[in-house]
């Protein structure tokens, strides 16, 4: 007998456990369809509507044709992700356009990102590389333009090549006003004329 109720007792416990692992399993899928509905309409109000404008703006500025946009949809899947942004220029399978959308969108979170305090931006060459002469040039003008009395900093590295190749499109005002931003010129040609005056690495020499 004791044995038999030893055994009773186990499968009780048992059971204890399973109903109360059913029980929150359940508490779980009812907050997961509120958090869902509150998702859904939190996407309804169109939270980013002033954000996708601005995006879209800036976009023209350097592709006049192309739409763009940013869209924010409620995740309501199995997972830890509540909602999917994207960022979408059309044809942003051509790298000069997708460069655009990534450097219009870092544009758009240093001035109207918010909850942050960072005041300086950063670009490398690598994403003006396959971007054509023109959008380039409407770039730069515009950032040039928009950094006048602000507190923000733009910080880009930029190729010679790259960067002559714009002035074709400016007026002299702007070509002086570039020329009068360029802090420091690199190059290869010897250690000292690199950013940190050093050489990383091994070096090889020529004989």
């Known amino acids: ?21 059913q029980f929150q399993g359940q508490l779980i899928k009812e907050s997961k ?16 509507d002033n954000f996708n404008r601005d995006f879209i703006e800036l976009v023209n500025r350097l592709y006049p044709r192309l739409p763009a946009g940013i869209v924010l949809d409620n995740n309501s899947g199995d997972n830890q992700i509540r909602y999917n942004l ?13 460069s655009a959308r990534i450097v219009c969108f870092d544009w758009l979170l240093l001035t109207k990102g918010q909850r942050h305090q960072i ?32 507190n923000k900093q733009y910080i880009v590295s930029l190729n ?7 002035f074709e499109y400016l007026t002299e005002v702007e070509k002086e006003s570039f020329n009068n931003s ?24 020529l004989h």
């Open 33 to 48: 369809v509120d958090q869902d509905r509150l998702a859904f309409e939190y996407v309804q109000e169109q939270p980013l």
């Open 160 to 166: 010679q090549e790259n960067y002559d190749s714009m």
């Open 119 to 150: 005041d300086v931006l950063w670009h490398d060459n690598r994403l003006f590389a396959d971007m054509d002469a023109i959008p380039r040039a409407q770039w730069f003008k515009f950032v040039n333009e928009q950094l006048k009395n602000s």
């Open 86 to 98: 994207t960022v979408q220029v059309q044809s942003d399978s051509s790298d000069g356009v997708n």
């Open 1 to 21: 007998m004791a044995a038999f109720k030893e055994e009773r007792d186990r499968i009780n416990e048992f059971l204890q456990v399973v109903e109360r692992q």
């Open 182 to 205: 360029v802090i420091i010129r690199l190059s290869g040609d010897d250690p000292k004329n690199k950013l940190l005056g050093i050489q990383f690495g091994k070096t090889v020499s």
